[in-house]
């Protein structure tokens, strides 16, 4: 079972405060003052085009991206005070596993852990890679894993340090079906934890089934947020057709 | 221990574990020091008196270039494989990135700097096998990778990183190059301590700042 | 602003004119190397200059860092260039008085090993730009170098006078003995160090303002686009 978030429970104010987030690649605009609110115990589906921005505005609430403009907070801290923090409080699963070929599964999340500096790496390591149904290859280099049992290993990582914000960008990628039952399953703990969760999707249907919020970007602006009952699949389709 | 000296060294025993498995870096690094090492006696008649003078550059060259090559691998290897991002996860400071890197880069220049003085021993009858001249090889490696590792992060993120990071990285680090050289001309000659004390210095003070500048700059080379 | 700088482009023109007349006419043609030493005047303030830029590009550099202000890369920018530009000039005449005097284009004592260790890193530092995949991170990673570059020199330097009192070879040139010039030289020397700045400032102010005039225009196809 999953335990509380590494912050305070529960915690004050929002999950996510983000507003006017603004960032520009070269002359390419990403983001163009995007701004949402997530409390905490939500699931947010982000929906968009193939670069509309959903992955940026992903690193950018996990700090990897900085934006120009606008302000965000996470689990009260301010991005630009705070970064480390923020860190320590959100996991992220991107397009790329950020596992090392060479390295075993076991010997990955050791490195993690060691990195998050976590108390009781070893048992900890186990508990991320039972949730995430990995233990059969822990001990096996990430090298001959197929992409699906990486990506597992890969959402294991981004659990381990039972992070109170997690970040998935299209985490279904590469996951048979039994995967996909365990990632509704680990989200549906780290929820059940306290914990918030914004995840992309391509699937409009998965997403609203999960969400408590949607929010959908075309080229780098939001074009819809709200809550998931108020919208439908259609909807949000018809959506993302007139923004093509 | 500290968060911050927890992730440094996490990064740093990292490195060292994958390269223990895969051995790419030291033995490339090393390969090509051979072939500079060995090419240095087409490049000119390697008498005695000769060696004698060119010895200590010699030994330099080979070393500041396999250096580079080293440096280059600490970033590029983390960017092209996506690992990086999984570095700058870490909530920590980025100079504990930086520290985890420094130490691995200086134990790649280390290694190898180790490795070779047999090498040079066989083909030029040079011997490193002393004390002040290990103390100066650590100082000086140490300046190199201060500055080397702050350039190889900027070098690896772009299209020309053979050539960009020699090009900013040797001009910052003559001064420790010519340190070098000098203090292993006079353990050569067999020359008194006195000599080489401005010299090394000079290294260390050269360490001491740029150890400082490197690890403060680091974290906006890094950021998106 | 276009206005005041072609003002300065004036005024600088007129100066560096009448500098010519001086650095031709004026001053007296020194004994020992002959009409060849009039180089001297457009050598030695092209390197002042040239370290003056680079201080301008340190602290820019650094203010950009803090602050973000794309204002401070645009300084920085337009210092760095016009610093190449005066360097490569600085090197070259440099090299065009030495070889008559000296007998040799060039030697490595600190002064000169300095001003050419300074020109690479100049070079290293519009390089970093050029191959940066976008300006943001260019103008960061610029500001970088040339902070490392500027508090490289003086180590340089000291570095450079340790080695030469260790291989004393070279019998050192007059560059730094405006001490021992006359009253006209002098004058001229100063002049033209003067009339070398303003057409510095000049290029400065050109260049900084063309930046700001390239972000500006960047600035409205982003929100259009």
Redesign the interface.
Known sequence: MHDQPQTQSPPPGLAIQATGLTK??????ALREVGFELPWGNTLALFGHNGAGKSTLL?TL?????P?RGTLRIAGFDRATHP??I??AVG?V?H?P??????TST?NLR??A????LPNPASRVREALAMAGAEGYAGQHVRTLSNGMQKRVAIA?ALL?RPAVLLLDEPETGLDAAGVIMLDAAVRAVRDGGASVVMTTHSTQRGLVLADQVLVLARGRVVLSSSSEEVTADGVQALLAGAA | MSAYLSAALAVYLKDVRLEARSKETVGAVLIFALLVAFIFNFAFDATPDIVAIVGPGIVWVAYVFTGILGLNRTFVLERDRGTLDGLMLAPVGREAIYLGKLLSAISVMLVVEFLMVPVFLVLYDISLLDLRFALAALLATIGFAAVGTLFSAIAAHTRAREVLLPLLFLPVVLPVIMAAVAITALVLEGDGWSAATSWLQLVVAFDIVFLVVSSWAFEFVLEE | MADRNQLFLGISGLLFLVNLYLIFFYAPTEQVMGNIQRLFYLHLPTVWVGFLAFFIVFVSSIAYLLKRDPVWDRRAYAAGEAGVVFLTVAIVTGAVWAKPVWGVWWIWDPKLTTTFILWVIYIGYMMVRAYAPSGERGARWAAVVGIVGFVDVPIVYYASELWRSLHPELVTGPFAETGGLEAAMRTTLYFSLFAFTLVFVYLFRERFAQQRDDDTLAELRRAAG
Request: hydrophobic residues 35%.
């Open positions: 520009s690649f070269g002359l390419t605009p690193r996990a700090t990897l991206v900085r120009e480390a923090q860190r320590a992220f991107g790329q950020l596992l090392y070929d060479e390295l010997e490195f993690y060691k990195l998050y500096h990582r340090h």
